[in-house]
Nanobody, 118 residues
Framework: QVQLVESGGGLVQPGGSLRLSCAASGIIFSGYTMGWYRQAPGKQRELVATITSRDSTNSADSVKGRFSISRDNAENTVYLQMNSLKPEDTAVYYC????????????WGQGTQVTVSS
């Protein structure tokens, strides 16, 4: 059974930092592209950042220079370091695991709330 468990969300003031973690089980973690997505109230889910099995990263223009994604294959965990947070970063953040070879192997975590407010 595949499980993606996010942690690290919470309330932070503008300009602050948070680090999200996503612990994966039930997959061969090192072979998966891992990603973070977010969904704000009334909006569609959008890509935040991804990291491939070869550590190639991609991120949305809105977070470039502020957020960074990384992975630890020994711990089956992917991280999202978020700096210089803005109120518009407020959303539920979801972890995603996607196999580059099998399209149906696409999994989501339950989400963690990030609220940026003074």
């Amino acid at each position: 059974q595949v499980q993606l468990v996010e942690s690290g969300g919470g309330l932070v003031q503008p300009g602050g930092s948070l680090r999200l973690s996503c612990a994966a089980s039930g997959i061969i973690f090192s072979g998966y592209t891992m990603g973070w997505y977010r969904q704000a109230p009334g909006k569609q889910r959008e890509l935040v950042a991804t990291i491939t099995s070869r550590d190639s990263t991609n991120s949305a223009d809105s977070v470039k220079g502020r957020f960074s994604i990384s992975r630890d294959n020994a711990e089956n965990t992917v991280y999202l370091q978020m700096n210089s947070l803005k109120p518009e970063d407020t959303a539920v953040y979801y972890c995603n695991a996607r196999s580059p070879f099998i399209a149906t192997n696409n999994y989501w975590g339950q989400g963690t709330q990030v609220t940026v407010s003074s």
